[in-house]
């Protein structure tokens, strides 16, 4: 339940800061702020995304207690790279400090501020997460949020530079981990010293080739956004940075949640039961992430029109829906990816296949910007997005679902969520064109009832089975 709530808090706040943010900068300061906060993402990705998938993937309530050099090298590795990105950000602006804000280097070390505070919080946040401490995550959650809305838009209405902005997107979260730093802790041991080079190299080994996967899906929308800016200037880049961030959150928002505390549960059944019942789990959660999953993308799509009349700032009209509507398929092959098909590899610490699907996804991108704004015109950029996602998910389900290793997933259950998601779309797709109001008034109620209906009614991905067991749990069990 902490989970969800969190997902909840997360997703609307998020969604609301984003579209605010669009407003108070306008175009083409949004456009450099997302320019910006992409190359930030890049950079957490590069340096400090290794050792949050090393935490998810080797810490846990019994390794806190029985291994505590793990907890000791993950601190002792981002204390270290975390004080270089800030030493380098001060150097930044005392060789640009005449520039001011509008200058290079006020925007490069806002950029690595907000690189090393987002990064600090999700290895905090895999923490909580690899303890099941729900209330943890929650807490941990809720501040952030609350800090980062309150930090961002308020520097974007008061101080109207991106790269105030930037600041403050890095400044909240560290801020949330400080205020819960106590239950954060582990029991006091002595650090051992020794095994920390060891347990660094295991971790790269691991978590290398998973970086350099999502640091090419992350240059995607970076390079795009670049060729946009390019041809067509920021304010462009704006429009189209908006539609990503608004439809990739429309879908990543729920797949990070269910991401984290399913893939726990993967790691945690290896621990008791073996690599065998590992691969079942990780074969029952991709069911449960396509489940969940599939009808957020359909039903954003059906709700497009009513989101860009009622919420988006007038400024973005028009191109917004054109945007988002190009990128959705691409986006939701991202998010299988990331949530159903990586952990995969994850569990059986093989991560080389998703370098190669990444590289192909990669390629195809490239051909897609050389070929398609020629013949397509504005549509080019957004469909080379998507046809290099696509490629990537094509290409890695292919790694995953062949050969003699195969994950072995219930195809039964998947052809039922496409179905029940066809069949919502199908009944909101008339919606659609109706005032953006009464749409959406009628659109949220009837696509929660009929695919959620249809779900419980065929226990769709065993999802009725936990809710069910969910309402049966004590309540002193909170975490879970």
Request: net charge positive.
């Given at each position: 339940m902490a989970?969800?709530?969190?997902?909840?808090?997360?997703?609307?706040?998020?969604?609301?800061?984003?579209?605010?943010?669009?407003?108070?900068?306008?175009?083409?300061?949004?456009?450099?702020?997302?320019?910006?906060?992409?190359?930030?993402?890049?950079?957490?990705?590069?340096?400090?995304?290794?050792?949050?998938?090393?935490a998810t993937r080797f810490y846990s309530d019994r390794v806190r207690l029985d291994a505590?050099?793990?907890?000791?090298?993950?601190d002792r590795a981002y204390g270290l790279i975390g004080l270089a990105l800030m030493a380098a950000a001060a150097?930044?602006?005392?060789?640009?400090?005449?520039?001011?804000?509008?200058?290079?280097?006020?925007?490069?070390?806002?950029?690595?501020?907000?690189?090393?505070?987002?990064?600090?919080?999700?290895?905090?946040?895999?923490?909580?997460?690899?303890?099941?401490?729900?209330?943890?995550?929650?807490?941990?959650?809720?501040?952030?949020?609350?800090?980062?809305f309150v930090g961002m838009a308020g520097a974007a209405w008061l101080l109207v530079h991106p790269a105030w902005v930037l600041a403050a997107a890095g400044i909240g979260p560290i801020l949330s981990v400080l205020m819960l730093y106590g239950p954060l802790r582990d029991p006091a041991s002595s650090p051992v010293g020794a095994r920390i080079r060891t347990t660094w190299r295991q971790f790269l080994a691991y978590g290398l080739p998973l970086i350099a996967a999502t640091a090419v899906?992350?240059?995607?929308?970076?390079?795009?956004r670049g060729v946009i800016a390019a041809h067509g200037g920021f304010a462009e880049a704006g429009y189209f940075a908006l539609a990503a961030d608004v439809a990739g959150?429309?879908?990543?928002?729920?797949?990070?949640?269910?991401?984290?505390?399913?893939?726990?549960?993967?790691?945690?059944?290896e621990e008791q039961h073996g690599r065998a019942a590992a691969e079942a789990q990780v074969a029952r959660n991709a069911a449960v992430v396509v489940a969940l999953l599939m009808p957020c993308a359909v039903g954003f799509w059906a709700v497009l029109p009513a989101i860009q009349g009622l919420v988006v700032p007038e400024a973005y009209r028009g191109p917004f829906g054109f945007y988002a509507g190009l990128l959705l398929p691409g986006?939701?092959?991202?998010?299988?990816?990331?949530?159903?098909?990586?952990?995969?590899?994850?569990?059986?610490?093989?991560?080389?296949?998703?370098i190669a699907a990444a590289g192909a996804g990669l390629a195809v991108n490239g051909v897609g910007l050389l070929v398609l704004p020629g013949l397509a015109g504005p549509a080019g950029v957004p469909l080379a997005q998507t046809a290099g996602l696509c490629t990537?998910?094509?290409?890695?389900?292919?790694?995953?679902?062949?050969?003699?290793?195969?994950?072995?997933?219930?195809?039964?259950?998947?052809?039922g969520a496409a179905a029940a998601s066809l069949a919502m779309g199908a009944a909101l797709a008339p919606l659609r064109h109706l005032e953006p109001a009464r749409a959406l008034a009628l659109q949220l109620p009837i696509g929660i009832a009929l695919y959620g209906g249809l779900v419980w009614a065929f226990d769709i991905a065993g999802l009725r089975r936990m809710v069910e067991g969910a309402l049966r749990r004590p309540p002193a069990v909170p975490a879970e």
């Open positions: 989970v969800i709530v969190a997902f909840v808090l997360n997703a609307g706040l998020s969604f609301g800061l984003g579209l605010l943010l669009a407003m108070l900068l306008g175009p083409a300061d949004f456009g450099r702020f997302a320019l910006a906060t992409a190359g930030a993402i890049v950079l957490n990705t590069l340096l400090l995304e290794w050792l949050r998938l090393s505590p050099w793990i907890r000791h090298s993950l150097v930044a602006l005392a060789v640009g400090y005449r520039e001011g804000p509008d200058g290079r280097a006020a925007m490069l070390a806002g950029t690595m501020v907000a690189a090393v505070g987002n990064g600090v919080f999700d290895y905090h946040a895999a923490l909580a997460r690899a303890r099941f401490d729900g209330r943890l995550y929650l807490g941990l959650m809720a501040a952030k949020n609350v800090l980062a899906y992350q240059l995607l929308p970076f390079l795009n959150r429309s879908i990543t928002t729920l797949g990070t949640a269910l991401d984290l505390l399913l893939f726990q549960f993967a790691v945690r059944a986006l939701f092959c991202l998010a299988i990816m990331f949530y159903a098909l990586n952990p995969v590899f994850q569990i059986r610490r093989r991560t080389l296949p998703v990537g998910c094509a290409w890695l389900g292919w790694r995953a679902l062949t050969g003699p290793d195969r994950l072995r997933l219930p195809w039964g259950t998947l052809a």
